[in-house]
């Protein structure tokens, strides 16, 4: 069975601190993979994407990176925070014709 | 403006009644997939749906493709279906999320 786990589940950071998030799959070869951001009482908005390893889509510009070093491990990160990074981060995978299965989530919180 | 719209927007219902949540879509989706946000923040899948129809216990829904909406039916309200009800359908690389519906079912 395919599991999917993020680290950490909560932080909490000072403005200009640095950031890494991560997000490993366990139980599936060459999956997609997501990093999606929740604000507070808000959507799910997707920041990136990645199908293979050390290739990585970017689909809105937060002021956050991405990266996928290994098949199954993907990374977020940036050197500065912000006030706005501030929410609930998902990492997501899927392969062709399957649905999107999220991870539990990391909540972050800026200050 | 939003590519995916859900109604309504809130809902409360006795326990024991039925509704239905809405999403009208402005993409080519090619699949559309219902969950249920949890209080801890964890998105439980409900529904993955190709055009069609699927039922799965109290819930039922349906994509229509060709005039871009999702439904989902929930029949019998329970306590613990309460939470925030996102409609996400799919083209391409992306998974665009609807505002919400956030459902509170009383007793």
């Known amino acids: 069975a395919q599991t999917i786990h993020q680290w950490p589940v909560a932080e909490i950071k000072a403005v200009g601190s640095p950031l890494s998030l991560g997000c490993t799959i366990k139980?599936?070869?060459?999956?997609?993979l997501y990093w999606y951001w929740q604000a507070t009482g808000g959507t799910l908005q997707q920041l990136f994407y990645?199908?293979?390893?050390?290739?990585v889509e970017s689909v809105v510009q937060l002021n956050l990176s991405a990266s996928r070093p290994k098949d199954d491990q993907f990374i977020l990160s940036t050197e500065k925070l912000l006030l706005s990074h501030s929410g609930f981060y998902l990492c997501?995978?899927?392969?062709?014709?399957?649905?999107?299965?999220f991870g539990s989530g990391t909540r972050l919180l800026v200050i | 403006g939003d590519k995916v719209k859900q109604s309504p927007s809130a809902l409360s219902l006795q326990e024991g009644t039925n509704s239905a949540l809405r999403c009208n879509f402005s993409?080519?989706?090619?699949?559309v997939q219902w969950f249920l946000q949890n209080p801890r923040g964890s998105l439980i899948n409900l529904f993955y749906?190709?055009?069609g129809t699927k039922e799965n216990g109290r819930l039922k829904s349906t994509f229509n493709s060709k005039e871009s909406y999702s439904t989902l039916h929930i029949r019998d309200a329970q306590l613990e279906d309460s939470g925030t009800y996102f409609c996400?359908?799919?083209?391409?690389?992306?998974?665009?999320f609807g505002s919400g519906t956030q459902l509170t079912v009383m007793p």
């Open positions: 749906l190709v055009p």
């Open positions: 993409i080519a989706a090619t699949t």
């Open positions: 990645s199908i293979t390893v050390g290739q």
């Open positions: 997501a995978w899927r392969t062709a014709n399957s649905d999107y299965t």
């Open positions: 139980g599936k070869s060459s999956p997609n």
């Open positions: 996400a359908p799919s083209g391409s690389w992306q998974l665009i």
